[in-house]
């Protein structure tokens, strides 16, 4: 893979990273903390299960149950048996985390149909017939010397960006051609 | 005759003589790229020929010049091609020599003692990378995992991206009995129709949960056919055979990286019976190769590529479980094949950077690391080892008779025409699947929740039927659950928990292996959760209605809580992943990890015992090496031993009837008879001698390196338009090519020589002929050799490969060696 193909796919994961790390430390508000107390059934009382947005200080039995189901006296065998969690999340990673997920998922699918439904009808509109026809498939023959150029000519410079796009993505369809046909059609790997 | 063949023989001696004196002393360097013919050889024909040439421009223009593949190494030899095997003693000796050459220049100068140090700390940099990047990856597939399996069922209108635990999280409106309820989140058919109970309501969840899981599952294999076929499957076995030296090139690049998480979110949540544990090691694994490409130390040099994986192995179970130290030693039993004791203590230190991002991420909330983390510590009795040990039985028959129905089923798949409909394959699964599982409460929720539904104890205000316990003494203020009979839900539960059992016992042989992500931990692990916790509500409710029995009575006194359903589930779960997978150490410190507690480990080691013992009995293998040798990978087993008596002769190549063996000869070649042998055989090295009549070995060539020596140094085959990398002109098909340390000069007229003794291996491993295997066998796997020559009386007969002996011990078994499909 080239070089920038590379940085970019770095970069893109540094600032997916990045991103992750801002949403943990920004500052909870209030709906990501709460205290949850479970009651199990008392007396007459049926088991109730009580939240409440309050922080890690005041969670217990007595600020959270409201409205409190027993008398006086029987509040504190009832706080007893109840048992407080304090719990948070963070709901903005989830938000940003769902996001970017979905736009990956987008493009990916986007860039499929592209590949599959609209470059053979560009390319053919394009350039006409006869470029459709030259294949890559060629280059990957059976001369063990011609193979050699490929490994030699990575060390060569090009001197246009664009041709060296077009040349990475070229490699990079032969290659999943190439694992496409070892996977699916001849079943040698990953069978 | 005789004293001719001997003259000749000793006049070669002689004048090889002096060249093997020379090889002695400098015997340490094997690629020494660095020029060793500063000394120029003061013959006096040299001189003469070269004062010949001395007028006019031929010496400037350099025609009679040695060629010197010497002063700059050529890129792309010290490569190899895909699916070869690398060379370990080479890969090791070129990082020794590049680490004496750092630390002897290091003295020079306070830069390049800053280099010296900046290259002893990359390793711990690089794991640090790993773990960050692994656990960030890692939590965005639980959070996105669960949001997506939650889809199936609803939306939340608060805002989309909440499943539906945290849709409900704020809610003050639950009470005790529909505490899954809340009225932000919406079922689909409450969206759709308006109603949430009722026939019709009913039927629109399914249709629609049938319909999300078709969309996701075919989502996954489309993308993974368009982009990145290598993210298929576990991922396992493949990473298992590239730690032994083998090269699959794309298997862990950015496009696998890239479309394996995304894909593994989209499998899971499509409720298909899989995991995602064994896909998360691949995830790591190719973290780990993308950014050893930051650090020349690690990108050149692949014997240190797989220190770094096998690290990023253990990250990758470590950040599935939350177990660190249970990752570090699947990495050591299950993955690696060569582990150095300075790779445990990196993989430690990046199974606890990814587990500690990942816990700062809080996928959960609650800061759990994993969905089923268990926290009860209530005691067990001596006399429970018996059903544990019927619960290894158990695992150890499930795993031998899984791995035989999976392995056929894969056999089939690639042999027969299911193979050629691999996404109409996936797309029927998913549907047999989804509308199997949607009645039954139990196979309808993700299988995380099952495990973790099944692990717990009953607490306090459970809701699940399990649990639905009468409670004979309901005025008790005790805290503690007492000893109690099973109301009626129980039952309703336990068939419906046999009929998940049969349902995933039977529908995972056929999902592990398709054209998804799939991992094997989690429905092993719900096959063995649900067996066990069958059996622990049998035996409670045994020990309540007959608590006068013998066995019973002296712990399991009325009113007690002696048996916890919930411990028999996960020794049930651990005997099953045991029975599958063959782990032993690694598989009892995940779980005594996940729990919390050292008190369960008994019973847990009783049960991983007995299940790999009675699985063994029944099978050999593991699922990851019945893969393997499915597969065909050149993967030579660290566990097994030989046990057969044959000789290095029976195995080497060429036999009896075979053309003699292909030799180079170290003077008296052309290019042009080089080029003719690579063409016509498709060897991968050949061994070069001095002579072919006296076959005294000099060294191996790899034909890799000779093809691209050849092409960058002849004009023959350069493409017209380039003028890089062109040395020398003067090569052509005649030039004579010498492997030898100093060269005769040319004669005036004949076309400069080629020398190409950089490239050679001058260090070859012999064995004689009369070499028992067994020695060869512990030979190829303590070094990682590739091959190995066989001499005679000290001449050269022949060369054994790691194929050869592949074969070999596929036919001493009675297996097909013709199976055996890389070298």
Known sequence: ?191 | MDNAGYCNESFNSLQSGTSDEDMVEIAGATLDFSSTDDVPPLDRDYTSGYAAHGGGGDVLNGSTKLMDLLDEPVPGVGTYEDFNTIDWVREKSKDRDRHREITSKSKESTWALLHSVSDAFSGWLLMLLIGLMSGALAGGIDISAHWMTDLKEGVCLNGFWFNHEHCCWTSNETTFQERDKCPQWKSWAELIIGQTEGAFAYIVNYLMYVCWALLFSFLAVSLVRAFAPYACGSGIPEIKTILSGFIIRGYLGKWTLMIKTITLVLAVSSGLSLGKEGPLVHVACCCGNILCHLFTKYRKNEAKRREVLSAAAAVGVSVAFGAPIGGVLFSLEEVSYYFPLKTLWRSFFAALVAAFTLRSINPFGNSRLVLFYVEFHSPWHLLELVPFILLGIFGGIWGALFIRANIAWCRCRKTTRLGHYPVLEVLVVTAVTAILAFPNDYTRTSTSELISELFNDCGLLDSSKLCDYVNVNASKSSNELPDRPAGHNVYTAMWQLSLALVFKMLITVVTFGMKVPSGLFIPSMAVGAIAGRLLGVGMEQLAYHHHDWPIFKGWCSPGADCITPGLYAMVGAAACLGGVTRMTVSLVVIMFELTGGLEYIVPLMAAAMTSKWVADALGREGIYEAHIRLNGYPFLEAKEEFSHKTLAMDVMRPRRSDPPLSVLTQDSLTVEDVEALITETSYSGFPVVVSHESQRLVGFVLRRDLIISIVALSPVYRLPAENARMRQDGIVSTSPIFFTEYTPPPPPSSPATLKLRGIMDLSPFTVTDHTPMEIVVDIFRKLGLRQCLVTHNGRLLGIITKKDILKHMAQMANRDPDSILFN
Request: net charge positive; charged share 25%; glycine share 4%.
């Open chain 1, 1 to 191: 893979m080239s070089r920038f193909e590379f940085s970019l796919h770095l970069f893109s994961s540094v600032c997916f990273l990045l991103l992750l790390s801002i949403q943990t430390t920004n500052a909870k508000s209030s709906e990501d903390i709460r205290c949850k107390c479970i009651c199990p059934p008392y007396k007459d009382v049926l088991g109730q299960i009580y939240n409440q947005n309050v922080s890690l200080k005041d969670c217990n039995c007595l600020h959270v149950v409201e409205p409190m189901p027993v008398e006086g006296k029987d509040v504190e065998a009832y706080c007893l048996r109840c048992e407080c969690k304090y719990e948070e999340r963070s709901s903005g990673t989830i938000k940003v985390t769902i996001i970017i997920y979905l736009s990956i998922l987008g493009l990916l699918l986007l860039y499929m149909v592209y590949l599959t439904l609209l470059e053979p009808v560009l390319k053919r509109r394009l350039f006409g017939h006869s470029q459709l026809i030259q294949s890559d498939d060629d280059v990957g023959d059976q001369q063990p010397f011609a193979n050699a150029h490929d490994v030699l000519s990575r060390s060569r410079s090009r001197s246009n960006m664009l041709n060296k796009v077009e040349h990475a993505q070229q490699r990079w369809k032969r290659q999943v051609q190439e694992q496409r046909k070892s996977v699916f059609d001849r079943h040698v790997v990953l069978s």
